[in-house]
Antibody, heavy 123, light 108 residues
């Protein structure tokens, strides 16, 4: 059974750095071409892709947020970590991690999602 | 960047109705289009990928069609558990995988 679960602070102050962890089970981050993305959703708004990391350590970031994001993985712990610097109230959102299957034709499709974690940015 | 639009932004329907949602890409994306269902307070769920391929476990009342720039999601016989918001997402130009703004389906 594939599961993903996000964890991290529920409240951060403006200018602080946010660190979120996605712990996965039911698959390995070392599986060929397996990837994990972070996606966020401000309250009442649409989904926004942030970053991904693949088993071969391929990384990519949203163009608009690239300077603030860092994604990494610890395969032994089955965890993917996202850091976002210089947090602002506009970054208040539910942050999701989602799996990208490794098979051909699935690059960019998110087949399993975590439950999400709401992060509020406020002083 | 490829922009995705959806219409309508919301609709009201009754159980048993046939519902159609349209998604349009700002440029051709072949069949690299996915549909997701999101219920309040829950994560999105993958319904359809490759424009028309049903994800495993998704009821057959859901169907998708289209290619190029215009796509549709159809629910043939709306059930109570189908009231949700639906998002399309292109992955032709991935990353990023841009999502549409969503279509909320609620009870008439």
């Amino acid at each position: 059974q594939v599961t993903l679960k996000e964890s991290g602070p529920v409240l951060v102050k403006p200018t602080e750095t946010l660190t979120l962890t996605c712990t996965v089970s039911g698959f390995s981050l070392s599986n060929a071409r397996m990837g994990v993305s972070w996606i966020r959703q401000p309250p009442g708004k649409a989904l926004e892709w942030l970053a991904h990391i693949f088993s071969n350590d391929e990384k990519s970031y949203s163009t608009s947020l690239k300077s603030r994001l860092t994604i990494s993985k610890d395969t032994s712990k089955s965890q993917v970590v996202l850091t976002m610097t210089n947090m602002d109230p506009v970054d208040t959102a539910t942050y999701y991690c989602a799996r990208i299957p490794g098979s051909s034709g699935w690059y960019g499709v998110f087949d399993y999602w975590g439950q999400g974690t709401l992060v509020t940015v406020s002083s | 960047a490829i922009r995705m639009t959806q219409s309508p932004s919301s609709l009201s329907a009754s159980t048993g109705d046939r519902v159609t949602i349209t998604c349009r890409a700002s440029q051709g994306i072949s069949s690299y289009l996915a549909w997701y269902q999101q219920k309040p307070g829950k994560a999105p769920k993958l319904l359809i990928y490759a424009a028309s391929t049903l994800q495993s476990g998704v009821p057959s009342r859901f169907s998708g069609s289209g290619s190029g720039t215009d796509f549709t999601l159809t629910i043939s016989c709306l059930q109570s558990e189908d009231f949700a918001t639906y998002y399309c997402q292109q992955y032709y130009s991935y990353p990023p995988g841009t999502f549409g703004p969503g279509t909320k389906v609620d009870i008439k």
